[in-house]
């Protein structure tokens, strides 16, 4: 494994890791905490309509699927903020027409032979500098928004009223975290691919909470595990030559059955 390092995929690998996982432990703590995960898989299976817009037009990948990813994510807090009910509804439609969307804009592209695995499945391998860039800028806003609007955050997605109560412009904060959630949805589709990309926000975040009482807490454990979850893949990948989208996925499938299984067992002993 070790003489991989001296290959410059393998090191943008290694840094698309690190940075990802930052990303996702924090905006997966923000989508947990809000009970957002259904409408960011909404969202998320909505950008292949993104993905199919840069392939038709030509234009680049990671520029067009963000801007439609937030027209999305806007459009879904506009109609769902006042009438929750509409909920479901409303996530079920951009799902299906996003996704319709972008297949029909791939089937239409003269001469294009597309390859649906590299989008559902991810390629972390496949990352170019460009795709840092992307991620670091990205990451860079998280940490500013964070700094500066942390406590209105946490007011937010505790207790939305009490936060209304205080001021707090809870629809723009509402609003911006689906933003957020839509960047860094678009960016992890990269990594493990549309079908895994929710797993990727979600599993560290349930493990981090059973080890920490904070939002604060949660960002900074769920970040670590990504870490920990995304190289351990890569490492299983590359010994194995398999997938490293869903290699990263499964090692943290099983260690949160592990954590599970554990937890499990030390309720059934009683201490002596």
Not at 128 to 151: A, E, K, P, Q, T
Not at 157 to 180: P, V, W
Request: aromatic residues 12%.
């Amino acid at each position: 494994m070790l003489e991989a390092l001296s290959y410059t995929f393998i090191q943008n690998a290694l840094i698309a890791g690190v940075l990802i996982s930052i990303i996702t432990g924090i905006v997966g703590s923000l989508i947990v905490v809000n009970k957002m995960v259904f409408l960011s898989g909404g969202i998320a299976h909505s950008a292949y309509g993104g993905i199919g817009l840069s392939i038709y037009f030509g234009l680049p990948m990671l520029l067009s699927t963000s801007i439609f990813s937030v027209l999305i994510s806007i459009l879904i807090a506009s109609l769902t903020y006042q009438k929750r009910e509409n909920l479901d509804t409303i996530i079920g439609l951009t799902w299906a027409i996003g996704m319709s969307f972008g297949i029909l804009l791939v089937d239409l592209t003269p001469g294009y032979n597309s390859d649906m695995m590299s989008y559902l499945f991810g390629s972390i391998l496949a990352v170019n500098n460009n795709d840092i860039l992307f991620m670091s800028i990205l990451l860079g806003f998280i940490i500013f928004v964070l700094i500066f609007f942390y406590r209105d955050i946490l007011a937010v997605s505790y207790d939305s009223e009490y936060a209304k109560l205080r001021g707090i412009k809870t629809k723009t904060f509402y609003t911006l975290i689906l933003i957020l959630s839509a960047l860094s949805i678009v960016i992890a589709i990269k990594i493990v691919g549309l079908i895994l990309v929710i797993a990727l926000l979600t599993i560290p975040i349930y493990i981090a909470q059973k080890f920490s009482n904070t939002l604060f807490n949660t960002m900074i454990i769920s970040g670590i595990l990504s870490m920990i979850f995304t190289i351990s893949g890569l490492v299983v990948s590359y010994i194995y030559d398999l997938s490293s989208g869903p290699s990263i996925i499964l090692v943290s499938s099983i260690c949160m059955f592990c954590i599970i299984i554990f937890q499990f067992f030390k309720k059934r002993v009683k201490p002596i």
